[in-house]
């Protein structure tokens, strides 16, 4: 009888311990791991241009120059109050489409 019971707890302590491995190996194979994300990637894309106001005229500059690629005949008069306030502080484009797109909307 003690054998019986002996063996029985074997068996009962090896099926737990096989479910425990099961669990814990399930977990680590559904959550997979994923490499640290680098300062790069934490941060937001870099504009390629900037539009800003300069003498009552909108200039284009490529992003971080002083000196603009582009100066506009689009009057900072001729925008909305909201616009001119963006366009006197600098407002960002990120892709050649934007700047197009900026282009065509308040060169009209």
């Given at each position: 009888?003690?054998?019986?019971?002996?063996?029985?707890?074997?068996?009962?302590?090896?099926?737990?311990?096989?479910?425990?491995?099961?669990?814990?190996?399930?977990?680590?194979?559904?959550v997979p791991v994923?490499?640290?994300?680098?300062?790069?990637?934490?941060?937001?894309?870099?504009?390629?241009?900037?539009?800003?106001?300069?003498?009552g005229v909108l200039c284009i500059y490529p992003y971080g120059s002083d000196t603009p690629a582009e100066v506009t005949d689009i009057r900072l008069s001729s925008l909305r109050e909201y616009d001119q306030q963006l366009m006197k502080q600098g407002f960002p484009l990120y892709s050649e489409e934007d700047l197009a797109s900026f282009l065509e909307d308040f060169g009209s």
């Open positions: 009888m003690n054998r019986t019971v002996a063996v029985l707890s074997l068996c009962c302590i090896t099926l737990f311990s096989f479910l425990v491995y099961q669990q814990l190996s399930f977990r680590s194979d559904s994923s490499d640290p994300i680098s300062a790069e990637e934490q941060t937001e894309p870099q504009p390629l241009y900037l539009v800003r106001a300069e003498n």
